[in-house]
């Protein structure tokens, strides 16, 4: 722990004339009709080798920097639709997740073996009542409703299975606010989802002219997310 602290008080001296300032969250609806995160070097979890039914457990290795992710909960694999309980998202083709599966509350949890800032999902049929909330060690780093996500967008959330506007991939880029986890939940039907993706792309600092107090605040923010990473790093190469 101390040898930690000592990482981040350097990492504070060295950043504090440096103009750098924590980059904040930022999300982003990809073009209409694209199926595919935004961030070339994201992990995409493939569903389609998984049979139909109930997903209480999965587990998918990306076999590379990104690590590996656990999913758990009330989650369904399907690729049909049934009308007041799940639809495919427009334009999708294979398997995809609905979140609530009997029931019409569901959460499913992914958890990462590796801190990331990025996580994309195409999201069909959006509706307001569903939400995606991002944690770092038990800590709610950001959540968003699906009406969050339309007024950020310019989208619908009003759960149209086939209307562009309702049916877009969200990208969300959480700068140097790195996550171990991601919760969907949803308090009624549907929340389905397809191509889920994840990963850990270079953290792009902002500027400010000058040093300041805010230039420090957001150094320290900076320097903690960058122990993180290293923390998570090693952890993954048994350093």
Same mark, same amino acid.
């Given at each position: 722990?101390?040898?930690?602290?000592?990482?981040?008080?350097?990492?504070?001296?060295?950043?504090?004339?440096?103009?750098?300032?924590?980059?904040?969250?930022?999300?982003?609806?990809?073009?209409? !009709?694209?199926?595919?995160?935004?961030?070339?070097?994201?992990?995409?979890?493939?569903?389609?080798?998984?049979?139909?039914?109930?997903?209480?457990?999965?587990?998918?290795?990306?076999?590379?920097?990104? !690590?590996?992710?656990?999913? @758990?909960?009330? %989650?369904?694999?399907?690729?049909?639709?049934?009308?007041?309980?799940? %639809?495919?998202?427009? !334009?999708?083709?294979?398997?995809?997740?609905?979140?609530?599966?009997?029931?019409?509350?569901?959460?499913?949890?992914?958890?990462?073996?590796?801190?990331?800032?990025?996580?994309?999902?195409?999201?069909?049929?959006?509706?307001?009542?569903?939400?995606? @909330?991002?944690?770092?060690?038990?800590?709610?780093?950001?959540?968003?409703?699906?009406?969050?996500?339309?007024?950020? @967008? !310019?989208?619908?959330?009003?759960?149209?299975?086939?209307?562009?506007?309702?049916?877009?991939?969200?990208?969300?880029?959480?700068?140097?606010?790195?996550?171990?986890?991601?919760?969907?939940?949803?308090?009624?039907?549907?929340?389905?989802? %397809?191509?889920?993706?994840?990963?850990?792309?270079?953290?792009?600092?902002?500027?400010?002219?000058?040093?300041?107090?805010?230039?420090?605040?957001?150094?320290?923010? @900076?320097?903690?997310?960058?122990?993180?990473?290293?923390?998570?790093?090693?952890?993954?190469?048994?350093?």
């Amino acid at each position: 722990m101390n040898r930690q602290r000592c990482a981040i008080l350097s990492a504070l001296l060295s950043l504090a004339g440096s103009g750098a300032v924590a980059t904040p969250i930022t999300v982003t609806a990809g073009d209409p !009709g694209s199926l595919s995160p935004e961030y070339n070097s994201a992990t995409v979890v493939n569903l389609d080798a998984l049979a139909s039914g109930a997903l209480p457990y999965y587990f998918f290795d990306s076999g590379g920097p990104n !690590g590996t992710v656990t999913l @758990t909960g009330t %989650a369904a694999v399907e690729n049909t639709s049934i009308v007041n309980a799940y %639809a495919r998202p427009a !334009g999708t083709t294979g398997n995809y997740l609905t979140v609530s599966d009997t029931t019409k509350d569901g959460a499913l949890s992914l958890t990462f073996s590796v801190e990331e800032n990025y996580f994309g999902l195409y999201w069909g049929s959006i509706d307001g009542y569903n939400s995606i @909330t991002f944690f770092d060690e038990g800590q709610v780093i950001a959540t968003y409703s699906g009406d969050d996500i339309a007024a950020m @967008t !310019g989208l619908a959330p009003d759960g149209n299975w086939n209307d562009a506007s309702a049916n877009r991939y969200i990208n969300f880029y959480t700068g140097d606010n790195f996550f171990d986890q991601v919760v969907l939940s949803t308090t009624d039907f549907g929340f389905e989802v %397809a191509n889920i993706a994840y990963g850990d792309p270079p953290i792009a600092v902002a500027a400010v002219p000058e040093p300041s107090s805010l230039v420090l605040l957001g150094s320290a923010f @900076t320097s903690l997310a960058l122990a993180r990473r290293q923390r998570a790093r090693r952890r993954v190469c048994g350093i």
